[in-house]
T-cell receptor
Framework: DQQVKQNSPSLSVQEGRISILNCDYT??????FLWYKKYPAEGPTFLIS?????DKNEDGRFTVFLNKSAKHLSLHIVPSQPGDSAVYFC????????????FGQGTRLTINP | GAVVSQHPSRVICKSGTSVKIECRSL??????MFWYRQFPKKSLMLMAT?????????EQGVEKDKFLINHASLTLSTLTVTSAHPEDSSFYIC??????????FGSGTRLTVV
């Protein structure tokens, strides 16, 4: 049962354009969502998060949008840079405290010069 | 910022031997540690959650006698893969969380069992 889904295994975007990565979830108890960036043979690096009480959170070039009714979130990167090429994972947790994260399958983003 | 150090980054071992992976929180107290496993081109699958001084809670399908987790202090957790077999070859990642600190991941360990 895949509670967090990233249906696009890969995405290719031209440098300078906007990258939009999507994530869907099924568990309505999830109330905290995170995006991580991962390079091969390295651990995930935190990018940005959003609580279910918000519908948007922005940090520099990264913006996360949350649509609770659709159980959908997206990560926007603008402008995209070659260094953004990596695998991006969305993750979700439910409840307060040190709750476990449930990860999506990841989307490989490639930024073309 | 919060830093989690994971060692070794790579290890090759013979089938039947045991391997220990360490995960340390360097600048914060990790009240909870999570251990993940990632198969090639797959998501991160949670194996177990451990709280300092308590027994780990394993996810369904994870053999607790094969994957021994110890969280003896607020800065150190270890994962020991016992009697390793080639199918245990994978990328293992730890994550630590403490009071006022979010989920911080280690750099991962590539285990190859030959």
């Amino acid at each position: 049962d895949q509670q967090v889904k990233q249906n696009s295994p890969s995405l290719s975007v031209q440098e300078g354009r906007i990258s939009i990565l999507n994530c869907d979830y099924t568990n309505s108890m999830f109330d905290y969502f995170l995006w991580y960036k991962k390079y091969p043979a390295e651990g995930p690096t935190f990018l940005i998060s959003i609580s279910s009480i918000k519908d948007k959170n922005e940090d520099g070039r990264f913006t996360v949008f949350l649509n609770k009714s659709a159980k959908h979130l997206s990560l926007h990167i603008v402008p995209s840079q070659p260094g953004d090429s990596a695998v991006y994972f969305c993750a979700a947790s439910a409840g307060t405290g040190a709750q476990k994260l449930v990860f999506g399958q990841g989307t490989r983003l490639t930024i073309n010069p | 910022g919060a830093v989690v150090s994971q060692h070794p980054s790579r290890v090759i071992c013979k089938s039947g031997t045991s391997v220990k992976i360490e995960c340390r929180s360097l600048d914060f107290q990790a009240t909870t540690m999570f251990w993940y496993r990632q198969f090639p081109k797959k998501s991160l699958m949670l194996m177990a959650t451990s709280n300092e001084g308590s027994k780990a809670t394993y996810e369904q399908g994870v053999e607790k006698d094969k994957f021994l987790i110890n969280h003896a202090s607020l800065t150190l957790s270890t994962l020991t893969v016992t009697s390793a077999h080639p199918e245990d070859s994978s990328f293992y990642i730890c994550s630590a969380r403490g009071k006022n600190y979010g989920y911080t991941f280690g750099s991962g360990t590539r285990l190859t069992v030959v």
